[in-house]
């Protein structure tokens, strides 16, 4: 983290703002030092189940695979948007119908290739309600 | 169930889900454990605005849609189910300004759990944009009642209210609209 706070939070809104789909879902993030924190507020258009209800279950995997995006692009400048290479996602209970939290941890950070862990939760950081894994493929500004 | 039944569930699968009918989720196929949905490509959905390729989010959010139908063709009678986990590789981006469609397969169910492979793709599914494996819990509601998850869980297990040294502001997530 070589810039300054101010810098990676503006450079955060304007990551998540660049997104259509961001949008649509409704996600934002804070940060604090440099600990990012997402956010999904709820809303109708978010729910899978309704009879529940319950957060859709792939809207969790979005949100938290835009967590690890933007995590990696406060991380270091990057041209354009690390690729998806694979996500795995663990469902541990239903998304419920409050604001979901995620925080991305950056495990290995290579030449091309990123690892990244998310953990999603609600009420409780203790209790995660979904997990995610990943690997990124990076395009470095210098490039 | 019938092929009838089928079509019913999957019609109120995506018009019945705020987010599949937001994305305009429709089910081609559905039969025998398999299912097939489409996607139709717009401006909202795009994950990369320099490259106007599909989010990987909406993708995920398809195949698990897709797969959960596969689950429901392939159970003799309907009953809750929930993803338990979804691996995702994604093997090229998306064409942009395309419909995408998704086929699932349930070609396992035990008496809890079923398995389900899913492919993501515009034309051809030898050709895909993304392939998943999932696994989903069968009757995954036991006994819980409609509208049960405007109320925290009874047990709340391990749970220490850890504090996080910043006020993560709570949503009070009032929602009466459970259409």
């Known amino acids: ?143 | 169930m019938t092929d009838e039944e089928h079509r019913a569930i999957a019609q109120a699968m995506n018009e019945g889900s705020p987010q599949a009918r937001a994305l305009g989720f429709e089910t081609l196929e559905i039969g025998h454990g398999v299912a097939i949905l489409k996607v139709p490509y717009r401006p909202e959905i795009v994950g990369d605005p320099e490259t106007g390729v599909i989010a990987g989010g909406v993708v995920t959010t398809l195949l698990d849609h897709t797969c959960g139908q596969a689950v429901h063709a392939a159970q003799a009678e309907w009953g809750f189910i929930a993803t338990l986990d979804l691996r995702i590789d994604y093997m090229r981006p998306a064409e942009p300004g395309r419909d995408l469609k998704a086929r699932a397969h349930c070609y396992k169910m035990t008496r809890s759990i079923a398995f389900v492979r899913a492919v993501a793709y515009e034309d051809d599914p030898e050709d895909p944009v993304a392939a998943a494996q999932a696994a989903f819990m069968l009757d995954s509601s036991a006994g819980r009642k409609p509208g049960a998850n405007f109320k925290p869980p009874k047990s709340t297990g391990r749970a220490t209210g850890r504090a996080t040294g910043q006020s993560t502001g709570q949503s009070t997530g009032k929602t009466g609209d459970a259409a």
């Open chain 1, 1 to 143: 983290m070589s810039d300054a706070p101010m810098n990676a939070q503006d450079r955060l809104n304007a990551v998540l703002a660049s997104i259509p789909y961001a949008r649509f879902i409704g996600v934002r993030a804070e940060l604090a030092g440099d600990e990012m924190t997402a956010v999904l507020p709820f809303s109708d258009v978010i729910v899978g189940n309704p009879i529940l209800p319950a957060i859709h279950g792939g809207v969790l995997g979005a949100f938290m695979e835009m967590t690890a995006l933007a995590q990696l692009s406060i991380f270091e400048p990057l041209k354009r948007q690390p690729r998806t290479i694979d996500v795995s996602i663990e469902y541990l209970r239903s998304g419920r119908p409050l604001t979901t939290f995620a925080r991305a941890e950056i495990k290995k950070v290579g030449r091309r290739i990123a690892n990244v862990h998310v953990e999603a939760w609600q009420e409780q950081r203790a209790n995660p309600i979904a997990a995610l894994r990943g690997h990124f493929l990076l395009t470095s500004a210098e490039d």
